[in-house]
């Protein structure tokens, strides 16, 4: 059964085996006039004013996942939450929740070409996605033609969704055989698993 082509950002899939059971989302700061959207499990970076932006495909420290905000909306006169930044001015700085967490996995659909078996245990990069209008939520895929070794990759391939989900039914993403399979990594490089600073 092919895939059906519906990204939808990195979604939390659970920690590695052998760490702490213990996790929860790490708060940074929006700078109320930064004009990019942000969806729901995009892919964030630190920059050097102490603020975090969505990240762009390239090879770049990685601060965590976006999982909502709050913030002062001006039009409504109160704050409020969000499960994206909707990249207009707001009334003030957001908070955003993001997960950290090096230990996290996270399940994401491929770009175009399938991600195999073979492909376990190489570093590979994503493709930044337009959040939905609607829901906010990310469009964000992992990009199969980056696969290498490069350390400076932001993730791990550490397993195929078709080993924790059936094949049968109506389920997306689990025919490694076409494109769109989806596919379980981990946090390669990112800030808390960096000795590199943001400055």
């Known amino acids: 059964m092919a ?35 942000i969806g729901f499990g995009d892919p964030v970076i630190s920059v050097a004013s102490g603020y975090i932006q969505r990240a762009t495909a390239s090879t770049v420290q990685i601060a965590g996942m976006f999982y909502g905000c709050s913030y002062l909306n001006t039009a409504v006169g109160r704050v409020v939450w969000s499960p994206f930044w909707p990249g207009t001015a707001q009334g003030s700085d957001a908070t955003a929740y993001i997960n950290s967490d090096p230990q996290s996995l996270f399940l994401v659909q491929t770009l175009s070409t399938a991600v195999v ?60 055989a076409s494109a769109y399979n989806r596919i379980i990594v981990a946090p390669n490089f990112w800030d808390r698993r960096s000795l590199v600073g943001i400055v």
């Open 3 to 37: 895939n059906v082509n519906a990204p939808n950002g990195f979604t939390y899939f659970g920690r590695m085996d052998g760490g702490s059971p213990t996790m929860g989302n790490t708060t940074r700061k929006i700078l109320s006039t930064y004009n990019v959207a």
């Open 117 to 176: 078996f073979a492909d376990i245990d190489a570093n590979i990069n994503f493709a930044i996605g337009e959040p939905s209008t609607v829901t906010g939520i990310s469009t964000t895929s992992i990009d199969q033609s980056t696969i290498a070794t490069t350390d400076t990759l932001p993730f791990r391939v550490v397993g195929l969704y078709s080993d924790y989900e059936t094949a049968s039914g109506a389920v997306n993403g689990t025919d490694n």
